[in-house]
């Protein structure tokens, strides 16, 4: 399709931060708030923040005020704040609002149309869907107040272009996807201005439990927050647009729009990509032609993985618009010599996907607010003008997954029984949550050379969201990418491996031929709670100052497996006399420097400084004294030097050229005998992400619990790895005597963003404290 660019200018004006669009008329008086008067500034104002409450008011009074505004709660957040979504359309459309959603869900499942005639009414009815959703991550404040700019101008705008909106679009209108977060940062900010503190971040997660990782978790779908969004808006209303709304940092672009950077996913819809494609350039050269610079394509961010793109797996187009940050809401100076550039270009320098670079200057949060409104506004222009196009392209998508992909196996096929209770569990939730209809066998067959048994679990990838499926259920080849023949690799933006059956200790079969064999209705879902039946020391769960994502991933597992713990921070540390409260502490994953270190001068007391020499004192002493220190990946390599322990890594050697391995799933031999590895298979995974390669220097003082497999090509499982002789033969698990007590080391992250449930059982037998 041709994309043209509306020529309605969106913006804050300089001068006056002004709420209006120049050039377009608003409503007569109608007594529709502006957000200053609730919020007491215009959004955009330098050094000014609000905490969720006062946008919450906000949000309430437009909708009441508005007959083009509908608010709604959709639930609590993990902190009990109300989590809510406007839905903005025309007051006609809000009429008829169920109506457009059935409509809607018919398009998402061709099956259910009857007739040509049917499927051709249901494309003159329906409306464009578009989930915008803003402030993810919470420290890029502009997405705290952006959405109160869009919101106002779609309920007052009165001009040809947004009345075009509001007829031929349904938004829903997420803003905050972390209102815990709003809170957080604008407590902190406001508390620290005008101190040495002011602009930096938090010193705690700023998602209450994984901070920046809440925007990897739209395929896990372990916090709540991810949970409410696809139940009440992504599984209702199947958008065929979603415009996730993020910041990146300072020093390069002012504002990243697709297309992506390879690679795309494998299992990614053409259409969907081409979408991508043509809404993204399509955004660029609006904004462009409103005189906005420093505006990329094609640059920084992939389209790998579906930790980040639920929509993807949805027949829908993902737009991710990332703004350059000030300092939270205060402004930054940018001098041209601190502009540098990322993956795909220079950002002093033209290029075809970086036409116009910024000179630098100052940056605020109001330009911060004026490029990511005019983005969101030139989207939406782009599905009213395109309706019926992004309708029939989306429809089609989900003609082409009922039907089936040549190429693709038949269907997969998951054991009931034989199978680890809480990997199978979680596995049948996300395939659930994601829409996957699963089915049973009705009697015993055999395929792909394996027998079944009736009652086994089988997903026949003929299915609107097969896509999703496969993606989860098969194992990643990730490309090898470099820079250039014979250079470095190019670094994936997040991970490589998302294999969740090798993750979960969960066995599944792909089936390439189809299948014979009487199948169930699909199978109601019964949602899964895990919990641990064990019994566990008392545990001590270390949480720096500067947080770590890898902390809040392990506390959300006690909490929710029911692990009893305490947080350790960097002042109880330093104090000591930490084995007469903990028999166990654990150091997620995290560098050693942060540990010992922490945060800088600029954080009042007591966030300044890490644990220090007197924590890694305490540290030794509790282990001598008879406690258990457990830690994870970099943690390890970390306590390895600081205790001076029999083991050399052997990684610090090696340059990416040599050994690279950016989140991939390897094998791991236990020795089962050990207790440790008690009620553990032989063979298992490791989650390996920037972790240590170990060497014993010293046999007698190490017990090896797991170690790597001696064969270089039997390393990975899944992902990508460059170099796995250097990997081969490796201990990846380890216990260490010293005094009456011990370190056990982890080389990889066990507990992985909630999702390697295969190892969490040496976790938990680690927490024992009893090593016998």
């Known amino acids: 399709m041709t994309l043209r660019p509306m020529r309605t200018a969106f913006g804050i004006l300089p001068a006056l931060l002004a709420l209006a669009l120049g050039g377009t008329e608003l409503l007569p008086a109608q007594q529709i708030p502006t957000p200053e008067s609730v919020l007491g500034f215009a959004p955009g104002t330098s050094r000014k923040l609000v905490e969720w409450p006062v946008l919450v008011d906000y949000y309430r009074a437009l909708a009441a005020a508005s007959d083009r505004v509908e608010f709604r709660v959709l639930g609590p957040t993990t902190n009990d704040n109300p989590f809510v979504a406007l839905i903005i359309s ?26 040509p005639a049917e499927r051709d009414r249901l494309l003159r009815e329906g409306r464009t869907v578009v989930l915008i959703t803003s402030s993810v991550h919470s420290t890029e404040v502009g997405g705290h107040l952006s959405p109160a700019v869009l919101a106002y101008h779609l309920a007052t705008g009165a001009d040809s272009a947004t009345l075009a909106i509001l007829d031929r679009t349904i938004l829903l209108l997420v803003p905050s996807l972390n209102p815990d977060g709003v809170t957080i940062v604008s407590r902190w900010y406001n508390r620290t201005l005008g101190t040495p503190a002011e602009g930096e971040g938090p010193p705690e997660l700023y998602h209450p439990y994984i901070g920046h990782d809440n925007n990897r978790d739209w395929y896990a779908f372990t916090q709540r927050e991810t949970r409410l969004t696809v139940d009440s808006l992504h599984n209702v209303w199947h958008p065929q647009i979603v415009h996730d709304i993020h910041q990146q940092g300072p020093y390069g672009s002012r504002l990243f729009l697709p297309p992506y950077m390879d690679p795309v996913e494998p299992n990614v819809d053409p259409l969907i990509v081409w979408g991508t494609n043509a809404l993204g350039t ?8 409103q005189g906005k610079r420093g505006i990329v394509v094609a640059s920084t961010y992939d389209a790998w993985t579906p930790a980040r793109a639920f929509q993807h797996y949805h027949a829908g187009v993902r737009i991710l618009s990332e703004t350059a940050s000030a300092r939270l809401a205060t402004p930054l100076d940018v001098r041209p010599d601190e502009l540098r550039g990322r993956r795909g270009y220079d950002a002093s320098t033209s290029s075809w996907n970086f036409p116009q670079p ?3 200057g100052t940056w605020t949060l109001a330009d911060i607010v004026d490029y990511q409104s005019a983005g969101a506004l030139a989207l939406l222009g782009q599905a009213a003008a395109h309706r019926e196009v992004w309708l029939r392209n989306f429809l089609a998508i989900g003609e082409r997954a009922t039907h089936g992909w040549a190429g693709w196996p038949y269907a997969w096929v998951i054991p009931r029984e034989g199978q680890s209770a809480d990997g199978l569990g979680t596995l049948l939730d996300i395939l659930h949550r994601g829409q996957v209809e699963i089915q049973t066998a009705r009697q015993d067959f055999t395929a ?3 027998r079944f048994t009736a009652g086994d679990y089988v997903i026949v990838l003929r299915q609107p969201y097969a896509a999703f499926a496969k993606a989860l259920l098969e194992t990643q080849h990730y490309p090898d990418l470099r820079e250039y023949p014979g250079g470095p690799p190019k670094p994936p933006y997040d991970v490589t491996a998302h294999t969740l059956p090798l993750l979960m200790n969960v066995s599944a079969t792909e089936v390439p031929d189809t299948l014979t064999v009487p199948l169930s209705a699909p199978v109601a879902w019964t949602p899964y709670s895990p919990g641990f039946a064990g019994r566990v020391g008392r545990v001590g769960l270390y949480r720096s100052y500067a947080a770590s994502m890898d902390e809040g991933w392990t506390r959300w597992i006690f909490d929710t497996w029911r692990v009893p713990y305490a947080s350790l921070v960097d002042s109880v540390a330093r104090a000591g006399n930490l084995r007469r409260r903990f028999d166990v502490i654990v150091i997620p994953d995290q560098e050693g420097d942060r540990i010992v270190q922490g945060l800088g001068s600029a954080y009042p007391a007591p966030f300044a400084g890490g644990i220090g020499d007197q924590g890694v004192t305490a540290l030794r002493a509790f282990v001598r004294e008879g406690g258990t220190l457990v830690t994870f990946n970099a943690a390890s390599r970390w306590a390895a030097e600081a205790f001076a322990l029999p083991l050399r890594d052997a990684a610090t050697d090696l340059d990416d050229r040599t050994f690279y391995a950016p989140g991939s799933i390897f094998r791991l031999n236990l020795d089962p005998a050990q207790p440790l590895a008690r009620g553990m298979p032989a063979r298992t995974i490791a989650w390996f992400e920037d972790g240590p390669l170990f060497t014993v220097t010293d046999s007698s003082r190490v017990r090896i619990v797991g170690r790597y497999p001696d064969e270089p090509g039997n390393v990975l499982l899944s992902g990508w790895v460059l170099g796995p002789e250097h990997v081969a033969g490796r201990p990846a698990v380890l216990e260490i005597r010293e005094g009456r007590g011990r370190f056990v080391l982890f080389g990889f992250r066990p507990q992985y963003r909630a999702q390697s449930l295969a190892t969490f059982p040496l976790v938990f037998n680690a927490l024992s404290g009893d090593d016998r």
């Not at 025309?90 to 398009?107: E, H, M, Q, W, Y």
């Open 282 to 289: 399509a955004m660029a050269w609006e904004l462009a032609g």
């Open 448 to 450: 792909a050379g394996h």
């Open 90 to 115: 025309s007051p006609a459309n809000l009429a008829r609002l169920d109506g457009l959603r059935a409509v809607n869900a018919k398009l998402a499942d061709p099956r259910t149309i009857a007739s």
């Open 358 to 360: 910024w000179p630098g």
